[in-house]
Nanobody, 116 residues
């Protein structure tokens, strides 16, 4: 069993930045691909970024060059640095831990709102 707790969301103006964090607890965390997904109102949940235990990353085209995912295996945390935020980045952001990305375990989500 894996528990995930997100933090760091909030309200930010366009062009601003936020750092999202996810604290993971449980067994065999090193086996899991960690990721961030988001879901905007009326839309399906979508991939933002993933990172393996070895540090290989994958990003959605919409966030490449603006968002950076990182992982601290010793502290069991995964972070998402979001820069140059746009209104279309507004969504609930979810942390994920899975053997197959997008399955497995989910956090409760943290709201990110980009608005002037």
């Amino acid at each position: 069993q894996v528990q995930l707790v997100e933090s760091g969301g909030g309200l930010v103006q366009p062009g601003g930045s936020l750092r999202l964090s996810c604290a993971a607890s449980g067994s065999m965390l090193g086996l899991y691909v960690m990721g961030w997904y988001r879901q905007a109102p009326g839309k399906q949940r979508e991939l933002v970024a993933t990172i393996t235990s070895g540090g290989s990353t994958n990003y959605a085209d919409s966030v490449k060059g603006r968002f950076t995912i990182s992982r601290d295996n010793a502290k069991n945390t995964v972070s998402l640095q979001t820069n140059s935020l746009k209104p279309e980045d507004t969504a609930v952001y979810y942390c994920n831990a899975a053997l197959v990305p997008g399955t497995g375990y989910w956090g409760q989500g943290t709201q990110v709102t980009v608005s002037s």
